[in-house]
């Protein structure tokens, strides 16, 4: 076999200050991406499947559809079966989540198993059996989830109201797992048909092999098991356009809960914006330890909070920025949203040290270390990138989190962290009856 005519091959090395993570891309004539990561220094191999098939692309009156499929990923397919049994039998284990933009599922094996694991992904990218019965379970499952983490776990429903209220149009108003119960239990068999046929196809995966693996041979196993599935028609996503929030919103919430709660959420732009690296150090700046300026502020001195965090979804379109916060007894939910707003008007006037930017990049840095030495996380990451746009992206992203300036910083806390930008989500508890 003539493997230039089936692979559109390119290498990548991107060099950088801290580290290099070096791989080969293909793309298959089917229009699968193909990543390979070779470590010689692990006795494992991992593959990791991305489909361009998060809660996103749910249907509006069928929300939950992406992460029931998740499940059902896992029910057999036409030649193999059951999926985790020879899984099991070549001494891997595996896993799956969903998030509003993906569908991944991984794979851990031992390296001369690889070829069992790339035969398992092909079969259920290609020949999933999806039947009645392991519908009725699947959902059931689902709806266990969904009682166990949203309707009885303390603030379980609180991404329920977050993204109703900080969405009106786009498809990120419902949170994964569905926006009801009634969602989930109203999927029929041809409705996941019709949602695995239009994602679930080569030209809208992306495919990652790392660790001990051998690139030419992995090429060939590639082939072997996904180069005769059929590419599948374009997807053309094309959502309502959501217009800017130009009001605070704020939903007062009577819950089961231990403590009053605030959560309070500001919409920012998309992942890929040349923006995001600084309100991504920002919510480090606010959130990150004991020594942040939150908790400097809130918890430390003024003893509203316990607890106080903030951080960035990071979802691929347009994001959100949280700062949540559980509350001393005898505080209202009123009163932790007012220092809140008080926190933030000082921080907004206060200027960055350096030594404070010196670690907000370094244990920025840090974390991107620890991260590349696994090659499950790796694995993940290059998927990631590949499907945001470009796996190069790994070696890139830690550049451009070291060129952000201070004063980059308190741009974007002036611009976003403002009441017109703000949905905000206050709890109180109730006693049980």
């Given at each position: 076999m003539n493997i230039s005519n089936v692979f559109v091959r390119n290498k990548y090395q991107c060099l950088h200050l801290c580290r290099m993570i070096e791989f080969s891309k293909f793309q298959l004539a089917n229009g699968l991406r193909v990543i390979i990561h070779r470590d010689p220094l692990t006795p494992l191999a991992v593959t990791n499947v991305v489909y361009n098939a998060g809660s996103k692309f749910?249907?509006?009156?069928?929300?939950?559809?992406?992460?029931?499929?998740?499940?059902?990923?896992?029910?057999?397919?036409?030649?193999?079966?059951?999926?985790?049994?020879?899984?099991?039998?070549?001494?891997?284990?595996?896993?799956?989540?969903?998030?509003?933009?993906?569908?991944?599922?991984?794979?851990?094996?031992?390296?001369?198993?690889?070829?069992?694991?790339?035969?398992?992904?092909?079969?259920?990218?290609?020949?999933?059996?999806?039947?009645?019965?392991?519908?009725?379970?699947?959902?059931?499952?689902?709806?266990?989830e969904y009682n166990e983490t949203?309707?009885?776990?303390?603030?379980?429903?609180a991404w329920h109201y977050i993204h109703h209220m900080a969405y009106t149009k786009?498809?990120?108003?419902?949170?994964?797992?569905?926006?009801?119960?009634?969602?989930?239990?109203?999927?029929?068999?041809?409705?996941?048909?019709?949602?695995?046929?239009?994602?679930?196809?080569?030209?809208n995966a992306v495919l990652v092999i790392t660790g001990n693996v051998d690139t030419d041979q992995s090429i060939h196993l590639v082939e072997k098991w996904f180069g005769t599935l059929s590419a599948g028609k374009p997807i053309h996503f094309l959502p309502e356009f959501e217009p800017p929030q130009t009001e605070l919103k704020r939903k007062?919430?009577?819950?089961?809960?231990?403590?009053?709660?605030?959560?309070?959420?500001?919409r920012i732009p998309s992942r890929l914006d040349q923006r995001f690296p600084a309100i991504d150090l920002l919510s480090d700046l606010l959130g990150l330890g004991r020594s942040s300026r939150l908790n400097e502020l809130l918890v430390e001195k003024w003893n509203i909070f316990t607890t106080i965090d903030a951080y960035v979804n990071g979802t691929n379109d347009m994001g959100l920025f949280i700062i949540e916060g559980k509350l001393n007894d005898g505080e209202s939910p009123e009163k932790g949203e007012e220092m809140i707003w008080k926190a933030l008007k000082i921080i907004k006037s206060q200027k960055i040290q350096p030594g404070e930017m010196s670690k907000l990049k370094n244990t920025f840095a840090t974390t991107l270390e620890f991260s590349s030495l696994s090659n499950l996380h790796k694995a993940m990451n290059l998927a990631y990138f590949e499907n945001l746009g470009s796996a190069?992206?790994?070696?890139?992203?830690?550049?451009?989190?070291?060129?952000v300036e201070a004063e980059s910083i308190l741009v974007e806390?002036?611009?976003?962290?403002?009441?017109?930008?703000?949905?905000?989500?206050?709890?109180?508890?109730?006693?049980?009856?």
């Open positions: 749910d249907p509006p009156q069928l929300t939950g559809m992406a992460h029931l499929f998740e499940h059902l990923m896992f029910g057999g397919s036409k030649n193999a079966g059951d999926f985790d049994l020879p899984q099991q039998l070549a001494g891997g284990e595996n896993n799956a989540f969903t998030n509003a933009d993906i569908t991944n599922y991984y794979q851990v094996l031992p390296g001369a198993n690889l070829e069992i694991a790339l035969w398992l992904e092909s079969e259920r990218m290609g020949f999933l059996n999806l039947n009645e019965k392991t519908l009725q379970i699947q959902k059931e499952v689902v709806l266990e949203c309707l009885n776990e303390p603030y379980g429903d786009y498809p990120y108003r419902w949170p994964t797992i569905g926006m009801t119960p009634d969602h989930i239990k109203n999927i029929e068999l041809e409705n996941v048909i019709e949602f695995y046929s239009k994602y679930y196809h080569p030209s007062k919430l009577k819950a089961i809960v231990p403590v009053p709660a605030v959560y309070m959420a500001f190069e992206m790994i070696n890139t992203e830690l550049g451009e989190y070291n060129a806390a002036n611009t976003i962290l403002k009441p017109e930008n703000c949905s905000v989500l206050l709890y109180y508890p109730e006693k049980l009856p």
